[in-house]
T-cell receptor, first 115, second 110 residues
Framework: DTEVTQTPKHLVMGMTNKKSLKCEQH?????MYWYKQKAKKPPELMFV???????INESVPSRFSPECPNSSLLNLHLHALQPEDSALYLC??????????????FGPGTRLTVT | QKEVEQDPGPLSVPEGAIVSLNCTYS??????FMWYRQYSRKGPELLMY????GNKEDGRFTAQVDKSSKYISLFIRDSQPSDSATYLC??????????FGEGTQLTVNP
């Protein structure tokens, strides 16, 4: 089973709203990732959690706030977003962050529209 | 110069054709190479991964890595309309950060 689930599938929010994206995996993976993907572009890494601790933050604006409540769950809290933040937000997981011979498995994504 | 170069296409082929998708890279520290398939409005799906120079085959798919030339390829034999998608090459050093190509949009026509 290589399934990563994400909710919601679609989200429309205003610039003053607060919302959260959720990601879940039950593969026993200890590394989880948030990516942002704009149309016709590859995914861009935002955050990496390893063993529930934030290990990489790619200089993402503070209006994006990640959280890893446990080894299976990853959240992305959104506040005061801008229209240019509209994109597909992808979650991924892998067995470990810093070991060879693992790979990242992606969820289906949440399509976010900021109005 | 981008670390990973991939022709974005679009590439259109008839059903049954052999498809060749390619990426070149400049960072000799890349050790691990992946191909992801992404259908429209879906997340990327890991298709194949290889860690050494040479070929790796899985059904109709063959991944090829030539580290000396810094060149990787994905071949799809007997292509099907269901193969129509964007194909992303990705690679990494020993860390977790993936560097993606821009993706090649493939259409297989019935």
């Amino acid at each position: 089973d290589t399934e990563v689930t994400q909710t919601p599938k679609h989200l429309v929010m205003g610039m003053t709203n607060k919302k959260s994206l959720k990601c879940e995996q039950h593969m026993g993976h200890r590394a989880m990732y948030w990516y942002k993907q704009k149309a016709k572009k590859p995914p861009e890494l935002m955050f990496v959690y390893s063993y529930e601790k934030l290990s990489i933050n790619e200089s993402v604006p503070s209006r994006f706030s990640p959280e890893c409540p446990n080894s299976s769950l990853l959240n992305l809290h959104l506040h005061a977003l801008q229209p240019e933040d509209s994109a597909l937000y992808l979650c991924a997981s892998s067995q470990e962050e810093r070991q060879p011979f693992y790979e990242q498995y992606f969820g289906p994504g949440t399509r976010l529209t900021v109005t | 110069q981008k670390e990973v170069e991939q022709d974005p296409g679009p590439l259109s082929v008839p059903e049954g054709a052999i498809v060749s998708l390619n990426c070149t890279y400049s960072n000799s520290a890349f050790q691990y190479f992946m191909w992801y398939r992404q259908y429209s409005r879906k997340g990327p799906e890991l298709l194949m991964y290889t860690y050494s120079s040479g070929n790796k085959e899985d059904g109709r798919f063959t991944a090829q890595v030539d580290k000396s030339s810094k060149y990787i390829s994905l071949f799809i034999r007997d292509s099907q309309p269901s193969d129509s998608a964007t194909y992303l090459c990705a690679m990494r050093t020993s860390g977790s950060r993936l560097t993606f190509g821009e993706g090649t949009q493939l259409t297989v026509n019935p």
